[in-house]
């Protein structure tokens, strides 16, 4: 009896030590630049000319396992064309579609996107890239996932699209958190978290 309960008392001791690793470590949980609703590593804008004249651009971020912004292609585009401009979301490190599920939840997401001056933080730029035409989710506001760009002029050097992708949680007061949310506002514990929050290089010849 007296080696039962050492037996019994050692694997207790080991348990305790193991299991809040187990719970704690999770290598694919993303940080700020991909929030924790979302494992989001690659995000993929695709712009097309409907009319042919001007060549399509596609333009991939690709985001490590702890959501650090790894590597990001600049979107070059040609002034004076009116794009049709999708955004693809996925988890590789879980094989899972996030635009799917974007669709899925659509009343609960919403993208903005802006031309800035700087790659972080940076002050509007007007101008250079017209973006308007995005589509609705389930309410009819806007979502994000499609939308019409159009060059409004050629830059004289780097400017940069940002992207961002807000989340809208259980204490949210839906629509109206949605409807009344901007780019610029911080996220709020529990109501609204990004995403997804980070810049495009940006050219227009």
């Given at each position: 009896?007296?080696?039962?309960?050492?037996?019994?008392?050692?694997?207790?001791?080991?348990?305790?030590?193991?299991?809040?690793?187990?719970?704690?470590?999770?290598?694919?949980?993303?940080?700020?630049?991909?929030?924790?609703?979302?494992?989001?590593?690659?995000?993929?804008?695709?712009?097309?000319?409907?009319?042919?004249?001007?060549?399509?651009?596609?333009?991939?971020?690709?985001?490590?396992?702890?959501?650090?912004?790894?590597?990001?292609?600049?979107?070059?585009?040609?002034?004076?064309?009116?794009?049709?401009?999708s955004i693809e979301l996925l988890d590789r490190f879980n094989n899972e579609d996030i635009t799917e599920e974007i669709e899925e939840e659509d009343?609960?997401?919403?993208?903005?996107?802006?031309?800035?001056?700087?790659?972080?933080?940076?002050?509007?730029?007007?101008?250079?890239?017209?973006?308007?035409?995005?589509?609705?989710?389930?309410?009819?506001?806007?979502?994000?996932?499609?939308?019409?760009?159009?060059?409004?002029?050629?830059?004289?050097?780097?400017?940069?699209?940002?992207?961002?992708?807000?989340?809208?949680?259980?204490?949210?007061?839906?629509?109206?958190?949605?409807?009344?949310?901007?780019?610029?506002?911080?996220?709020?514990?529990?109501?609204?978290?990004?995403?997804?929050?980070?810049?495009?290089?940006?050219?227009?010849?």
């Open positions: 009896m007296p080696f039962t309960i050492r037996r019994s008392a050692r694997l207790l001791l080991v348990l305790m030590f193991v299991l809040p690793f187990a719970v704690a470590c999770d290598s694919n949980e993303p940080d700020d630049n991909a929030g924790e609703q979302e494992v989001i590593s690659n995000v993929t804008l695709s712009f097309d000319d409907p009319t042919g004249t001007a060549p399509n651009v596609t333009a991939e971020a690709v985001f490590g396992s702890g959501g650090d912004l790894q590597t990001v292609e600049t979107i070059d585009l040609a002034n004076g064309v009116t794009y049709d401009v009343a609960e997401h919403r993208f903005f996107y802006r031309v800035e001056d700087a790659e972080s933080g940076g002050s509007p730029v007007d101008g250079v890239l017209d973006i308007s035409g995005l589509d609705a989710d389930e309410n009819g506001d806007d979502l994000g996932l499609t939308f019409t760009a159009e060059t409004l002029s050629a830059t004289s050097g780097t400017l940069y699209l940002r992207v961002k992708l807000r989340h809208y949680e259980e204490n949210a007061t839906l629509p109206e958190d949605k409807r009344n949310d901007t780019i610029e506002a911080p996220e709020e514990p529990e109501i609204v978290e990004n995403d997804v929050d980070f810049t495009y290089p940006l050219t227009v010849n």
